[in-house]
Structure formats: structure tokens, C-alpha cells
């Protein structure tokens, strides 16, 4: 797919991206094609905050406001396909337990060992890098990036909020047991859909029993190799397919960060899509 500059031209090019791999990204919501419309898709888009997009943010992540545009399209794209949007916004209390300024002697990007009580007994280590402070709650940092356009339909999920523990995933906190409540959200929609498909009378006996579901998810955002990351390993506790799409977000490198991150999510099945130029298959 070549990057084009108007907005049309880029919504375009997405929506006929997605029609062209319907395996990845769902049916939509076209009313003639009743034997695919079981499967719906959502979007969620990864922290597109002032600290991680601006290049004068607290965690800047380089290059991240080069996918702003993307994003829109993309957020355009599900709306009018009637499909859920999901923007996830990292929303830390002062003094949060993930920044590097909680810890006595140590730096941004150090690494320490957290150790989670876990409900059924027993602990979980979990590895936590340090951040410099960043998106804490109702400051600027913390607000999407003004060039965001956030529709009053999509569903804004904050995470990391809880002082003991941070959250890079849209689905799970950090010690992979506290819920952030998204799934919850997601399983309410899906049972939405269920009741509607019953109730409504243009349903034929034949098809009644495959009620509509969100079966695909697509992840962009930032950063690629922390919370896209861990969101997306999350997300097949819920959906059938989990897409990145690696064009529409940004990493923050550190170390072999990336690599590992693309790993992780292959080994988990998570389609990391790159879209070569000029190339409208995946
Ligand atoms: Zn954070």
C-alpha cells in the first residue's frame, strides 16, 4: 500500500485493504453477505497520548507522530463499518510504581524485579522496566494528542492506574491477574449482539444459530514492543484473530525489545502485518 497524504485517499486505501484480507479483519457490516456477518471485528488503538506522540514528551517514542493520520483513517474506517473502537490510555497516579523516580538509586530504562501476590495464593515475578514519570492522571501528558480524533462512540479503557502495579496491556495489569475490565466490556457487547441477532426478524431459521460476534481484533498504536505487544498476546483470550498492523505504530527499542516482541506475538499466532508498497494482500 502506498502512504498517501489526503485523508480520503488514506481511508480509502484502508477500507479497501480490509474488503481485499476479509480473513483478517472481519465481514463489517454489509447486510447482504448474511453468511459471513457472524464475524465482526474491533479496533483498539494503543496510548496515542501526548507523552508517547509528542517528540517533546515524557516517553516519546521515536516516530510515533508519523502514524496519526493511520490512525484516523483507520478510526474513520470502523466507525462507519459499525464496528467497535477501543483507544487505551495509560493513566498513572503520581508517584506510580512503574516510574523510575519511585525507586530509590535507579534510573529511567533500569530494570528491577516486582514481585505480585496472586489471588489463589502463591506470587508472580515479573520483570518491570523503569519509565521516566509520564501520563500521570489529568496532566497534558496524559491527554490524547490533539491531532487524535477520539469519536464519542469509541470505548476508552485507562490502565495503570493502581499505584502497586503497572498495566501494558489492554486486558491485564502487569501481575497477568487483575483485569483492566475490557474483556468484561467486549463480552457485554458480544452477548448485545447475540440478543439483537434473536430478536431481530430479518433473521432466517437457518442462520439464527450463528449469532453475530467480534471475532477479530486490530491493534495500533504505541509502543510496539511493550504495550501493542502484550495487548495483543492478551487479546486471543477473546477473539479468533489478532492483527498488528506494524506500519501503524512505533517501538520504543530498547535492547532487543522489538525482536522479542515480534517473537512473542508470532508465537502466540498474532498477525504482525508490514505493508510493502504497492502490495494490497497480506
Ligand atoms: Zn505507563
Not at 477501543?86 to 516510574?99: K, M, N, V, Y
Not at 464519542?152 to 487483575?178: H, M, P, W
Not at 453475530?212 to 477473539?239: M, N, Q, S
Request: glycine content about 6%.
Amino acid at each position: 500500500m502506498s502512504f498517501v497524504s489526503n485523508s480520503e485517499e488514506r481511508k480509502k486505501k484502508w477500507m479497501t485493504f480490509m474488503e481485499t484480507n476479509r480473513m483478517f479483519f472481519g465481514s463489517g457490516n454489509d447486510e447482504n453477505e448474511n453468511e459471513m456477518n457472524e464475524n465482526k471485528s474491533c479496533l483498539i488503538v494503543v496510548d496515542v497520548q501526548n507523552d508517547f506522540l509528542s517528540p517533546t514528551g515524557a516517553l516519546s517514542v521515536p516516530n510515533s507522530e508519523e502514524i496519526i493520520e493511520d490512525v484516523n483513517a483507520l478510526v474513520d474506517v470502523f466507525s462507519e463499518r459499525n464496528e467497535l473502537v477501543i483507544f487505551t490510555q495509560d493513566w498513572h497516579c503520581p508517584e506510580h510504581s512503574s516510574f523510575a523516580s519511585a525507586e530509590k538509586n535507579k534510573k529511567p530504562f533500569d530494570e528491577v524485579v516486582k514481585c505480585y501476590k496472586k489471588n489463589e495464593g502463591g506470587e508472580v515475578k515479573v520483570v518491570q522496566t523503569l519509565w521516566p514519570d509520564h501520563c500521570v492522571q489529568g496532566t497534558k501528558g496524559a491527554e490524547f494528542h490533539e491531532r487524535i480524533r477520539v469519536p464519542t462512540s469509541a470505548k476508552v479503557i485507562r490502565k495503570g492506574f493502581r499505584k502497586r502495579v503497572d498495566s501494558y496491556s489492554a486486558f491485564l495489569e502487569n501481575d497477568k491477574e487483575t483485569e483492566t475490565g475490557l474483556s468484561e466490556f467486549i463480552r457485554g457487547v458480544n452477548k448485545g449482539l447475540e440478543l439483537s441477532s434473536l430478536t431481530s426478524s430479518s433473521k432466517s431459521d437457518d442462520n439464527a444459530a450463528k449469532s453475530p460476534k467480534i471475532t477479530h481484533c486490530v491493534i495500533v498504536g504505541v509502543a510496539f514492543d511493550y504495550c501493542v505487544r502484550f495487548t495483543a498476546e492478551d487479546a486471543f483470550e477473546l477473539f479468533d484473530r489478532v492483527v498488528v498492523l506494524e506500519d501503524v505504530t512505533r517501538a520504543v527499542n530498547l535492547g532487543d525489545s522489538v525482536k522479542e516482541a515480534r517473537k512473542a506475538m508470532e508465537q502466540k499466532g498474532v498477525h504482525v502485518v508490514k505493508i510493502s508498497d504497492g502490495d494490497n494482500n497480506i
